[in-house]
């Protein structure tokens, strides 16, 4: 199915998110939409799929106008979208999701639906077991099960927002199979990312948009990457990482930050056995393994979030084994989750507020003016778009996890960070890091998880890597390459690496 | 929005009056909501009033009118305004820290139970200090009872709501034991409730009208307290945020669930509060319906003014002034009065589509 | 989306406050024209008297509240220059935050200068209502301020001698039943409640043993107190309930002394069912409408006369406080103009045990059968009358136990 899309504008209040969009994608291809963290691509998708109402322009559909102004019209129009957090019922099993989702029409009933479903999961290689519960997928099987859904429900144009983030290798692969397969059916594939190489290697075409408008339509690919990256970031361009100068050498007397012994920590069916390691001051820990293998545990752990069954553990010298939260944020270790909106920040509340919130010294009453101030020395040293009265829901994600930043206490000795650029657009994630790798000079030991192998080569100074319940010794990272750490969370030599030998 | 030519990476599109249009965006909002509000209102109450062959515009009259006619019933107003206002003042704080205490009803009631006790038990005491004692008495009963609605969340998980709707209907059932039981008039167990206390410990009135000038004053103090507890302390700010976002409030290093502890302790101090005055200065003794709903009333006041402690205050003296006007509809126009309530629910109801009607759009 | 969350916890919050209170709205009578429609009266130059009353039902109750209005009626309709105003449902329930002060307040307001009110729960809102407002009288209804020197001047009390209809009730009972086991369904204790229990024991017990010949020991009389006039879920128990608990232990004739009529619909589900029951309600003559085949009869009030001959006194200024006692009149208990009670009997009554019962009526009319009269002892063994001696009304309006013969609770 072909896509025109003439002058499309969505506005929010001041913000033009879509400015006069104009752009066409031919059927049977795989079409990038490349762009910055609020650029406006995820605006034109969910125009497209029905979930925003444009206020002015229109779409036609093979040549037809499109009535979008709902997800059910624009489902039976024939475009569908895989969203980045997928929206499906946990309480229900992958067949009752599967079914449930979709019209009658499409579905007559649960014998059928679980035919179809099988079908699909043959033809793809998926691996969605239909009377799995929802609640015990991995984000990757979500997606494929929406992707199903979508097929399932006659989808001719299929829209996939960010579909990489928090899937694994293998489930990456089998997904951009699956695109080329269905774009060589005939289907149409809207593939938004923000992830270069990606796009290089799955689209024939490549849109760009920034700051709510295209600044390059439908260039064929392959593109030289420096163009693509003047084209999304404009002039302030992208330049090379720059490679991380080596850590500090910790005096070697200094107490560690953490240390664990023989600790085994376990939530749900999920645990991880027997852990004893030393985390010294000053230095970046990165935790790699495929999601879901142990790191947010760990990281939870640390944070006194979360605590351990057997074993102790101590901070700064000091046994916290059994302490509350509290006290390990008193002695200066901070959680930054990996979902703001859920329990990294108050959505509602501003940045002036958050930082009355945190401030450590404080009477009864409350000093407003004192902290807005604050708040605007934190938006120009942070670099945040937003006013100190702006709730921060309504900030960019890289803006939010700016502002999560600079609400970090001075004194905080011990960051666990889990995805700290997730979502974020390169430049972003490279001013986060910036401020990140200011914290370790000063001292403060980083713990973070993260899926994606550049950044965790990049930046750790230290790697410990999760495989199936069992996690290695920490490894330094300068010996390590990307292509070893794909064959460590794979398994693949594990026992080489393994604390104490299993 | 940031007009600061700094280090900005990424140049948004903001235009400059962008500040100028924040400011009115509301205002336009706020146009929206109230004509959705009243307009709603005032379609759906005259459409009841027609259904029952009334003349809405002459039911209006006395409904508004009504309670302003006299100094009379200018005093039943404020003294019905006087424990509404307290319990109003204290939903918007569990309000604020995302609870829905239901249970607000029984928190009255067993305030009311416990301001009884020292009345019976040192009918002796000077009464300026007796009133003293009940009104703690009473404030230490509806705390102690809200709690347990914090205890049954905070320890088994079970919603507030429910915990607040059971324990309801066990302080009733305290109340009806006591006054068909050890409490019960020599001889006669009424539903009248508890032989009247003795006129010297009724809170003093105004000459000629059943208007206690303390109870106005002492709900006026709670619902100041309360404002200016949640807009200036942090204290105040710390319960908005665990009511917002509990998690990321604990993240952030608020005690978020002593905060909701409190939050309800403080809240069923001011309706145990208003169950003092309810003995004190308006039943002189323990009916078995001693809260007189007014605890959910102040649900609804406080639904409409989306816990704002500005508009509390108004908003409780229009509801009040529904309930005592109304009370001429069926000698006037021989309509039931419980069109009032009618008027007050659809108000919310109305209130509560302009608040969706907005978030839309 | 924790917003939404909020929100829509809010909505649904919203909407069972809002369903409740529409039912509560929707639930009651709608009340006719409260100012019965007066005679083209406006040419008189003498402005009408205005009696308001003050009801704790509502007017259509099929019950107490019911009884009071239609004696109002009766009342206006005699009285050519009066006019009659009331305010009915006032109760905690149908009108929370509204007193009976706050009501007599509205109905001073129209005029009225003189008000009834009609629940012993008004006794303290009555007193305080006739202190703020002594230039109107009132008649308090069941209550006793007078005779307990409460009440102020303008205060009097009124009561119809119900006792003689629960005698009948009784007597009914005692002659329908064949297992010799009665129970009484009773709403709470108090002195009047007490009171109603003992003269139907008293009732019953001549009649088993005086007209049916019977000894008195087999004659079983049970009562058991719901804790209300009518069944309020989760807080009395539940009538329909206990009435089968009586008929499940074998009685077969329930007497009511609730406002509302379960025994009798569970008398006659029981009938239906092969178990045949008798049952007795209470207090407005077309209770047994309901099922006339197993209904022995109702005794009820007729407030008319005696609200006439106040009403008249009170424009005349001729009105002095006291507290009234009213008897039926023996000549025709049902006479609507003159008795202030009365004793309808129902379809399940046999032509014999009418007759009886008629034998009994006229033994009550003409002092032949005093039922308070001694020996009688209370339910601990402590003498109330002596062998011989006759109750006071005072006696009989306090009596501070049930009698002696009857299981139950005394309080």
């Known amino acids: 199915?072909?896509?025109?899309?003439?002058?499309?504008?969505?506005?929010?209040?001041?913000?033009?998110?879509?400015?006069?969009?104009?752009?066409?994608?031919?059927?049977?291809?795989?079409?990038?939409?490349?762009?910055?963290?609020?650029?406006?691509?995820?605006?034109?998708?969910?125009?497209?799929?029905?979930?925003?109402?444009?206020?002015?322009?229109?779409?036609?559909?093979?040549?037809?106008?499109?009535?979008?102004?709902?997800?059910?019209?624009?489902?039976?129009?024939?475009?569908?979208?895989?969203?980045?957090?997928?929206?499906?019922?946990?309480?229900?099993?992958?067949?009752?999701?599967?079914?449930?989702?979709?019209?009658?029409?499409?579905?007559?009933?649960?014998?059928?639906?679980?035919?179809?479903?099988?079908?699909?999961?043959?033809?793809?290689?998926?691996?969605?077991?239909?009377?799995?519960?929802?609640?015990r997928l991995t984000v990757g099987q979500r997606q494929q099960l929406e992707i199903m859904r979508l097929l399932a429900c006659g989808v001719k144009v299929l829209i996939l927002d960010e579909p990489t983030t928090g899937i694994t290798a293998a489930q990456k692969t089998a997904l951009f199979a699956a695109l080329r397969r269905l774009t060589a059916q005939g289907e149409t594939v809207l593939f938004v990312s923000h992830k270069l190489d990606e796009v290089a290697d799955l689209c024939q075409t490549v849109s760009i948009l920034r700051s709510g408008r295209v600044v390059g339509a439908q260039l064929p690919m392959p593109q030289p990457q420096a163009e693509l990256l003047k084209l999304m970031f404009g002039q302030a361009g992208a330049p090379a990482p720059p490679r991380q100068a080596a850590a500090p050498p910790a005096p070697a007397s200094a107490v560690p930050v953490w240390q664990l012994h023989q600790i085994t920590v376990r939530e749900g069916a999920l645990s991880v056995p027997n852990l004893t390691l030393s985390l010294p001051r000053g230095c970046v820990v990165g935790l790699c393994g495929l999601d879901g293998s142990g790191?947010?545990?760990?990281?939870?752990?640390?944070?006194?979030?979360?605590?351990?069954?057997?074993?102790?553990?101590?901070?700064?010298?000091?046994?916290?084994?059994?302490?509350?939260?509290?006290?390990?944020?008193?002695?200066?270790?901070?959680?930054?989750?990996?979902?703001?909106?859920?329990?990294?920040?108050?959505?509602?509340?501003?940045?002036?507020e958050h930082l009355l919130l945190t401030s450590e010294q404080h009477g009864l009453i409350i000093n407003r003016a004192?902290?807005?101030?604050?708040?605007?020395?934190?938006?120009?040293?942070?670099?945040?778009?937003?006013?100190?009265?702006?709730?921060?829901?309504?900030?960019?994600?890289?803006?939010?996890?700016?502002?999560?930043?600079?609400?970090?206490?001075a004194e905080c000795t011990g960051l666990l960070f889990d995805q700290p650029t997730r979502s974020l657009d390169v430049v972003s994630a490279r001013a986060i890091w910036q401020r990140l790798l200011h914290r370790r000079a000063a001292g403060t030991t980083i713990v973070f998880a993260s899926a994606d192998f550049d950044e965790l080569l990049a930046y750790s100074d230290l790697l410990l890597v999760f495989f199936a319940g069992r996690v290695s010794r920490l490894l330094p990272c300068p010996t390590m390459t990307a292509a070893r750490l794909a064959e460590l969370i794979g398994g693949v030599g594990f026992a080489e690496v393994a604390a104490h030998g299993g | 929005m940031a007009d600061k030519p700094t280090t900005e990476a990424v140049p948004e599109a903001l235009p400059a009056p962008a500040a100028l249009r924040a400011l009115a965006l509301p205002a336009a909002h706020l146009l929206t909501s109230a004509g959705i509000i009243i307009g709603g209102t005032l379609l759906f109450t005259t459409l009841v009033l027609l259904a029952s062959g009334t003349s809405p515009l002459e039911a209006y009259r006395l409904i508004l009118s009504g309670?302003?006619?006299?100094?009379?019933?200018?005093?039943?107003?404020?003294?019905?305004?006087?424990?509404?206002?307290?319990?109003?003042?204290?939903?918007?704080?569990?309000?604020?820290?995302?609870?829905?205490?239901?249970?607000?009803?029984?928190?009255?009631?067993?305030?009311?139970?416990?301001?009884?006790?020292?009345?019976?038990?040192?009918?002796?005491?000077?009464?300026?200090?007796?009133?003293?004692?009940?009104?703690?008495?009473?404030?230490?009963?509806?705390?102690?009872?809200?709690?347990?609605?914090?205890?049954?969340?905070?320890?088994?998980?079970?919603?507030?709501?429910?915990?607040?709707?059971?324990?309801?209907?066990?302080?009733?059932?305290?109340?009806?034991?006591?006054?068909?039981?050890?409490?019960?008039?020599?001889?006669?167990?009424?539903?009248s409730g508890t032989e009247p206390l003795p006129e010297a410990l009724w809170l003093p009135t105004l000459a000629g009208i059943r208007l206690a000038p303390l109870a106005p004053i002492i709900a006026l103090i709670g619902m100041g307290v309360v404002w200016f507890a949640l807009t200036r302390t942090h204290w105040g700010l710390e319960i908005r945020a665990a009511g917002l976002n509990l998690a990321a409030a604990e993240r952030l290093g608020v005690p978020a669930h002593a905060r909701l502890f409190q939050s309800l302790a403080g809240c069923g101090a001011l309706a145990g509060l208003a169950g003092a005055l309810q003995i004190l200065a308006v039943y002189h003794a323990l009916i078995p319906n001693i809260s007189s709903g007014i605890g959910f009333l102040a649900l609804l006041v406080v639904l409409l003014v989306r816990s704002n402690p500005v508009w509390v205050l108004p908003v409780a003296i229009l509801f009040a002034s529904f309930s005592i006007g109304s009370i001429q509809l069926p000698l006037q126009l021989g309509i039931d009065s419980s069109i009032a309530g009618v008027l007050q629910g659809t108000l919310v109801l109305f209130a509560l589509i302009a608040q969706g009607v907005r978030g839309r759009g | 989306m924790q917003q939404t969350m909020f929100l829509r916890a809010q909505l649904l919050v919203m909407l069972l406050l809002l369903g409740?209170?529409?039912?509560?709205?929707?639930?009651?009578?709608?009340?006719?024209?409260?100012?019965?429609?007066?005679?083209?009266?406006?040419?008189?130059?003498?402005?009408?008297?205005?009696?308001?009353?003050?009801?704790?039902?509502?007017?259509?109750?099929?019950?107490?509240?019911?009884?009071?209005?239609?004696?109002?009626?009766?009342?206006?309709?005699?009285?050519?220059?009066?006019?009659?105003?009331?305010?009915?449902?006032?109760?905690?329930?149908?009108?929370?935050?509204?007193?009976?002060?706050?009501?007599?307040?509205?109905?001073?307001?129209?005029?009225?200068?003189?008000?009834?009110?009609?629940?012993?729960?008004?006794?303290?809102?009555?007193?305080e209502a006739a202190k703020a407002h002594p230039d109107v009288i009132f008649i308090h209804a069941s209550g006793d301020d007078v005779l307990t020197g409460l009440a102020p001047a303008n205060l009097g009390n009124l009561m119809g001698k119900m006792e003689y209809g629960k005698m009948i009730a009784g007597c009914a009972a005692a002659l329908a039943t064949e297992s010799g086991r009665i129970s009484y369904l009773g709403p709470l204790i108090n002195d009047e409640t007490r009171r109603l229990v003992n003269s139907a024991f008293l009732g019953a017990r001549h009649c088993w043993t005086e007209l049916r010949g019977?000894?008195?020991?087999?004659?079983?009389?049970?009562?058991?107190?719901?804790?209300?006039?009518?069944?309020?879920?989760?807080?009395?128990?539940?009538?329909?309930?206990?009435?089968?608990?009586?008929?499940?232990?074998?009685?077969?004739?329930?007497?009511?002394?609730?406002?509302?009529?379960?025994?009798?619909?569970?008398?006659?589900?029981?009938?239906?069912?092969?178990?045949?029951?008798?049952?007795?309600?209470?207090?407005?003559?077309?209770?047994?409408?309901?099922?006339?085949?197993?209904?022995?009869?109702?005794?009820?009030?007729?407030?008319?006369?005696?609200?006439?001959?106040?009403?008249?006194?009170?424009?005349?200024?001729?009105?002095?406080?006291?507290?009234?006692?009213?008897?039926?009149?023996?000549?025709?208990?049902?006479?609507?103009?003159?008795?202030?009670?009365?004793?309808?009997?129902g379809a399940g009554l046999s032509d014999e045990i009418g007759a009886q019962l008629d034998e009994f009526?006229?033994?009550?009319?003409?002092?032949?059968?005093?039922?308070?009269?001694?020996?009688?002892?209370?339910?601990?063994?402590?003498?109330?009358?002596?062998?011989?001696?006759?109750?006071?009304?005072?006696?009989?309006?306090?009596?501070?136990?049930?009698l002696e013969g009857i299981t139950g609770r005394s309080e």
């Open chain 1, 1 to 135: 199915m072909d896509v025109q899309i003439r002058n499309l504008t969505k506005t929010f209040g001041s913000l033009r998110a879509n400015d006069a969009i104009s752009l066409s994608f031919a059927a049977g291809n795989i079409h990038g939409i490349l762009g910055e963290n609020g650029a406006g691509k995820s605006t034109l998708m969910k125009l497209l799929a029905g979930f925003l109402q444009r206020d002015s322009g229109e779409v036609l559909l093979d040549g037809q106008p499109a009535s979008l102004h709902n997800p059910a019209a624009s489902l039976a129009a024939g475009v569908g979208m895989v969203h980045q957090d997928p929206m499906d019922v946990p309480a229900f099993s992958a067949l009752e999701n599967f079914f449930c989702a979709s019209p009658r029409s499409a579905l007559p009933s649960l014998a059928v639906a679980r035919q179809r479903l099988t079908q699909l999961n043959q033809q793809f290689g998926f691996t969605v077991a239909p009377d799995q519960p929802l609640a």
């Open chain 1, 295 to 352: 790191q947010q545990l760990l990281l939870r752990l640390l944070a006194g979030r979360l605590h351990p069954e057997r074993g102790r553990l101590l901070l700064h010298g000091t046994d916290v084994t059994r302490a509350p939260y509290r006290a390990f944020r008193a002695a200066g270790v901070e959680y930054l989750p990996a979902d703001r909106m859920h329990d990294g920040v108050i959505g509602a509340m501003t940045l002036t």
């Open chain 3, 214 to 345: 019977n000894d008195p020991a087999e004659l079983s009389f049970e009562v058991t107190w719901i804790g209300f006039w009518f069944n309020i879920p989760g807080v009395t128990l539940d009538p329909t309930q206990v009435a089968n608990d009586f008929i499940n232990s074998g009685t077969d004739v329930i007497i009511s002394g609730i406002d509302t009529t379960e025994a009798l619909i569970e008398a006659n589900k029981a009938t239906q069912a092969g178990t045949p029951i008798f049952a007795v309600p209470y207090d407005f003559e077309g209770a047994c409408a309901q099922a006339e085949e197993v209904c022995l009869g109702v005794p009820y009030f007729h407030w008319g006369p005696s609200y006439l001959e106040t009403i008249t006194a009170a424009e005349r200024g001729t009105w002095e406080p006291s507290w009234q006692w009213l008897d039926p009149d023996w000549d025709d208990i049902n006479n609507k103009d003159t008795s202030a009670i009365g004793f309808i009997k």
């Open chain 2, 67 to 191: 309670a302003f006619r006299n100094p009379r019933t200018i005093a039943d107003l404020i003294m019905l305004t006087a424990p509404l206002l307290l319990c109003s003042a204290g939903l918007t704080l569990t309000f604020s820290a995302g609870l829905y205490n239901l249970g607000i009803e029984g928190q009255i009631v067993i305030g009311a139970v416990l301001a009884m006790v020292p009345l019976r038990l040192l009918p002796d005491l000077p009464p300026p200090m007796l009133w003293l004692l009940a009104l703690s008495a009473g404030a230490i009963g509806g705390m102690l009872w809200a709690l347990l609605v914090g205890v049954l969340r905070l320890s088994t998980n079970v919603n507030e709501i429910f915990a607040g709707l059971g324990l309801n209907f066990i302080a009733i059932g305290i109340t009806l034991y006591l006054v068909f039981g050890p409490w019960k008039r020599p001889g006669v167990a009424s539903m």
């Open chain 1, 370 to 409: 004192d902290a807005r101030t604050q708040a605007e020395t934190a938006i120009a040293a942070y670099n945040i778009k937003a006013t100190p009265d702006t709730p921060l829901v309504s900030l960019s994600g890289g803006n939010q996890q700016r502002a999560m930043l600079a609400l970090l206490s």
């Open chain 3, 361 to 402: 009526i006229a033994g009550l009319a003409d002092g032949s059968i005093s039922l308070f009269t001694g020996p009688l002892n209370f339910q601990d063994g402590t003498v109330f009358l002596a062998e011989g001696e006759v109750a006071t009304d005072e006696q009989i309006w306090y009596m501070p136990q049930l």
């Open chain 3, 20 to 127: 409740s209170i529409l039912l509560s709205a929707c639930g009651g009578s709608a009340p006719e024209a409260p100012a019965a429609p007066e005679a083209p009266a406006a040419d008189t130059s003498t402005e009408p008297f205005v009696f308001g009353m003050v009801l704790v039902g509502p007017i259509n109750d099929g019950g107490w509240s019911q009884a009071h209005y239609e004696g109002a009626l009766y009342a206006e309709e005699r009285l050519p220059d009066s006019k009659f105003i009331y305010i009915d449902k006032v109760n905690p329930a149908d009108k929370p935050n509204v007193q009976v002060e706050q009501v007599v307040d509205e109905l001073v307001d129209q005029g009225a200068k003189l008000i009834i009110t009609n629940s012993d729960d008004f006794k303290d809102g009555t007193r």
